[in-house]
């Protein structure tokens, strides 16, 4: 009987040394603009990304619950279809804006995003209610500098 608690208790212990050192590995969230949290999951080589470049990305998107993963609602990678934009333009959501500044080719990183920062008030069909936090996860796939510059 002591045996086999002491062997559980020894297999308690090493599980939270494993869950604790874990922990310290992973990057914590930082802050940025307008209330988004991002943490980089990893790092990317290369010049880091810039106002006025020409991002290429792939995504996953998914409701956030209160920092959680809720419902997945969009998978670039599932569906082939990587996406392009130019970092600091109205085409895409303030919080991709932000949080993909900074990122190199090849990074990956994990963002939260405020309703402002995200769809706001607007609701995307059946899929993002509105004034929905969302997270992402973006993968910076290439950065090019805009035709003509």
């Given at each position: ?141 290439r950065l090019e500098n805009p035709p003509?510059?």
């Amino acid at each position: 009987m002591k045996r086999t608690t002491g062997r559980l208790l020894l297999s308690a212990l090493a599980a939270s040394m494993l869950l604790c050192a874990a922990a310290l590995a992973a990057e914590p969230f930082r802050s940025g603009p307008g209330g988004i949290r991002y943490q980089d999951l990893q790092s990317g080589q290369g010049d880091a990304a810039l106002t006025g470049q020409v991002a290429t990305i792939h995504f996953v998107a998914w409701i956030d619950e209160n920092g959680a993963r809720g419902r997945e609602v969009y998978n670039s990678r599932s569906r082939g279809q990587p996406v392009s934009f130019v970092i600091g333009t109205d085409g895409v959501m303030p919080g991709w804006n932000a949080g993909v500044v900074g990122m190199k080719p090849g990074g990956k990183r994990l963002l939260l995003l405020p309703p402002a920062m995200a769809y706001g008030a607007r609701a995307i069909e059946d899929a993002v209610p509105a004034n929905a936090a969302m997270m992402f996860r973006i993968e910076l796939i290439r950065l090019e500098n805009p035709p003509g510059s």
